[in-house]
């Protein structure tokens, strides 16, 4: 069982930069690969980025470039630093555990979701 706890959402200005942060409980962090997706209103959840539990990353084409996923097994939490925010990047944000993929549906744990908003 892992729990997962994401922060460091936020409205911000186009241009702008966050960190989001994803806490997870358990022994078993660092063998999960871990995954950040979002959903925007009306919209179906979607990859952002994934990291295997041995360091290999996927990215969205759309944020390839801006975004950067990351893992601190030691400190079990996984990280997404964004940069160059744009106004379609808004949605609520997911970190997910489960098995390396681009499929929300591979992933067995999720988090409870974090806000972003991007103004343009």
């Known amino acids: 069982q892992v729990q997962l706890v994401e922060s460091g959402g936020g409205l911000v200005q186009a241009g702008d930069s966050l960190r989001l942060s994803c806490t997870a409980s358990?022994?078993?962090?660092?063998?999960?690969?871990m995954g950040w997706f979002r959903q925007a209103p009306g919209k179906e959840r979607e990859l952002v980025a994934a990291i295997s539990s041995g360091g290999r990353t996927n990215y969205a084409d759309s944020v390839k470039g801006r975004f950067t996923i990351s893992r601190d097994n030691a400190k079990n939490t996984l990280y997404l630093q964004m940069n160059s925010l744009k106004p379609e990047d808004t949605a609520v944000y997911y970190c997910?555990?489960?098995?390396?993929?681009?499929?929300?549906?591979?992933?067995?744990?999720w988090g409870q979701g974090t806000q972003v908003t991007v103004s343009s």
């Open positions: 997910a555990a489960g098995a390396y993929s681009g499929s929300p549906s591979t992933y067995n744990y």
């Open positions: 358990g022994r078993t962090f660092s063998s999960y690969a």
